[in-house]
């Protein structure tokens, strides 16, 4: 199965040549990369022709403010794969990451990830080439230390196989919140063509690529499952970005709800669509 997977960036190459040198150790190799900028950066061009050893497209927006919901449509739009993967720009996915959403991947379904949040302290260290992500990765019990950092989320790291009993046990046994994050969820090229992808109608706020979209996936008839433990990625620390729906983005997203609009007005369908296939 032909993946692509989406990451919705502003500025932060830093953070982002993290995230494509993780890519590049993916167990799972039938992939393409789309970086999806929200702005129209020069470095961050540069940069992206620097790219070597995966196919990677990019994909940019005037920097006319927030429209993050716009720039994921824009990488919707580009990409060539029948199943897509989304995360920021902020969180570096595990080696499994790709085969894991793969692995799980049925019609009609969502998968919903998490991340684990590390701290200022350690993502310094990652960030200056002091600590590589994979040895968190695959050592997770020598950095027991984030598990006693508020909100670390840190028992999200550990890592099941997504064929291995454990997972398929605790999957039976367990009932696991399914609520969709932005930065770690996946489902059919088709289905999100089907809802005319994003809603741009929201403006320079986070409930167009989670609070939105859960509703909307599921008015459309899609199941969303969970993926934590299975699809793991870490979640770089940064200073908090305020990014509140207000009164009004709230009612028109009631609105929508209560009137089965799960196919949104302002998406997909209004870009030009010369490009899509």
Not at 212 to 222: K, M, P, V
């Amino acid at each position: 199965m032909r993946v692509s997977i989406i990451v919705a960036v502003y500025k932060d190459i830093a953070s982002l040549s993290l995230i494509i040198e993780a890519l590049k150790h993916q167990t799972y190799k039938n992939f393409e990369v789309v970086i999806a900028e929200d702005g129209e950066n020069p470095q961050m061009k540069e940069y992206v022709a620097s790219i070597t050893g995966l196919e990677v497209k990019h994909t940019t927006q005037e920097d006319i403010g927030i429209r993050k919901a716009r720039s994921q449509n824009n990488g919707i739009i580009a990409s060539s794969g029948e199943y897509l993967i989304f995360i920021d720009g902020d969180c570096i996915p595990y080696s499994t990451f790709i085969e894991a959403h793969a692995a799980l991947a049925e019609p009609k379904t969502v998968l919903s990830g998490r991340r684990v949040n590390l701290s200022e302290s350690l993502t310094q260290k990652i960030k200056e080439g002091l600590v590589d992500v994979i040895d968190i990765e695959k050592r997770l019990y020598k950095y027991i230390g984030l598990a006693f950092e508020k909100d670390s989320k840190y028992e999200y790291g550990i890592y099941l196989s997504p064929t291995g009993w454990i997972y398929s046990l605790l999957s039976k046994l367990r009932k696991r919140n399914t609520e969709i994050i932005g930065c770690n969820f996946s489902c059919f090229r088709e289905d999100m063509l089907a809802l005319n992808g994003f809603d741009e109608g929201y403006g320079e706020n986070s409930l167009s690529d989670d609070t939105d979209l859960n509703w909307r996936f599921s008015a459309y008839g899609l199941k969303i499952k969970s993926c934590k433990n299975v699809a793991n990625q870490f979640h770089l620390w940064h200073k908090f970005n305020d990014r509140n729906p207000g009164v009004q983005c709230w009612e028109r997203m009631v609105s929508n709800k209560e009137a089965n609009r799960f196919v949104c007005q302002i998406g997909i369908l209004q870009h030009d669509l010369s490009s899509i296939k």
